[in-house]
């Protein structure tokens, strides 16, 4: 899963929360799974061990869960990240209750 890459100016294992919000997963039709894939690395990369990379809303501008999110979610996961659900209250898409958490269990 990580890239290599650094996307941003910051340091790797910087932060222990990182948040996404309002952007990935909503423009889909615009950017392919690669594209979402990567930016998903970057949160990874900046994020340290044992922190948090959260993103909302999981939904599509057209209020249907992002389609590869399943593809995403086995990505993750069989890189050593966790992932799961949360509630949000934060209802930005109608049906959007919920923000994925991944957590980095390691410096992967």
Partial sequence: MPEGRRSSPFDSGLFSDVLCSHFLFLYHEQ???DFHRRAVSEPLRVCRAGGRVR???VFTLRWEPYPQLEQLLE???SHGYETR???SELPF???STEFL??????DV
């Fill in 55 to 57: 993103i909302y809303p």
């Fill in 31 to 33: 950017f392919d799974y």
């Fill in 93 to 95: 898409i109608p049906g």
């Fill in 75 to 77: 990505d993750l996961n």
């Fill in 85 to 87: 659900f949360e509630t």
């Fill in 101 to 106: 958490s991944i957590r980095k269990t390691a």
